[in-house]
């Protein structure tokens, strides 16, 4: 769990423009800019942002769609990933062939919003946990072939990166624990010591519903327990039980709302999927004038 911005895989992400291109494009081309604009046109175009606020992310990645489709085009920072921006104000400027800027506007302004969203509905997470230790997470629950693209725009709004995938963490959850439990009692305690010698290297979490679960994974020695679904009250006597054994994290139902009083328990994350799966795409133009 950082705050550390990753790394764009930009491998993944050419793979995923190159999908986009295809469903605009489908071997045939932009059949209405080929018509109507004239093969030497040059226009300048400028990303304007239309809401009242908002963060900015996924420049790099808007950038590259542009110049996947008209290498010649220019792109011109005026702002940059992480920036808060209002109503009116330029994120860049794209100059040159008219025919590549207007077929490349949609699938660029597709990533940009999307990610832009991400990071504005995160820094709106990040600052409800300011000034307690508790920092905001995020989840796996991200649009297929995107999260290494929206952990980026997690990062970028404020909020922290959870695990990347089912590779890097050991994450017993509820079904989990149901499939242990078929073996008899200590089924929490059993499925700890089998990852343990399965993945020694890795650190082990799990998923607690009842403080009795709180308990038994804390005295297992896991480094991280994720109270799931808890009440508040419930939580802060979950904290009592592990008695600063494992990091806490609060999960499900979490809503802006409750944030405040969450970062006041005692536990030291909260993870919410709503910073990936429940964003709204933030409304930006291209705005253009051909020369």
Same mark, same amino acid.
């Given at each position: ?6 790394? *764009? ?7 995923? *423009?190159?999908?986009? &291109? ?18 030497? !046109?040059?226009?300048?175009?400028? /990303? ?50 008219? %025919?590549?800027?207007?077929? #490349? ?21 990040? !600052? ?8 905001? /997470? ?20 404020? #909020? ?16 989990? %624990? ?12 059993? !499925?700890?010591?089998? !990852? ?5 290297? /890795? ?14 994974? #804390? ?6 327990? /994720? ?44 993870? #919410? ?5 429940? &964003? ?12």
């Amino acid at each position: 769990m950082s705050r550390i911005v990753p790394e *764009i895989d930009w491998k993944r992400v050419d793979a995923l *423009i190159e999908l986009a &291109v295809s469903e605009d494009l489908d071997g045939r081309g932009d059949t209405t800019t080929l018509a109507v604009v004239p093969e030497t !046109a040059v226009a300048r175009g400028v /990303l304007r942002c239309k809401e009242p606020s908002m963060v900015v992310a996924g420049l790099p990645v808007a950038e590259r769609v542009f110049h996947r489709i008209g290498p010649d085009l220019r792109f011109t920072y005026l702002k940059r990933d992480g920036d808060s921006v209002g109503r009116g104000e330029l994120l860049a400027e794209i100059t040159g062939p008219a %025919r590549a800027m207007l077929t #490349a506007e949609r699938t660029a302004l597709n990533f940009l919003q999307r990610l832009c969203g991400v990071a504005t509905m995160s820094r709106a997470y990040a !600052a409800e946990l300011e000034g307690s230790k508790c920092v905001a /997470l995020d989840t796996r629950k991200t649009t297929p072939g995107y999260r290494n693209l929206e952990k980026y725009a997690v990062a970028v709004g404020g #909020a922290s990166n959870h695990r990347i995938g089912l590779y890097d963490r050991i994450m017993i959850k509820d079904n989990h %624990r149901e499939m242990a439990a078929l073996e008899g009692d200590g089924a929490i305690r059993r !499925a700890v010591e089998r !990852a343990r010698r399965a993945y020694p290297d /890795l650190e082990i979490e799990v998923e607690a519903d009842k403080l009795e679960e709180v308990a038994e994974a #804390a005295a297992c020695g896991v480094e991280y327990i /994720l109270l799931d679904n808890m009440s508040d009250a419930t939580m802060l006597k979950a904290v009592a039980i592990n008695a600063n054994r494992a990091k806490l994290e609060a999960s499900g139902g979490i809503t802006l709302s409750r944030l405040k009083a969450i970062g006041r328990l005692g536990v030291d994350f909260v993870s #919410a999927g709503a910073l990936t799966h429940s &964003v709204r795409s933030m409304d930006i133009s291209l705005d253009i004038e051909v020369k």
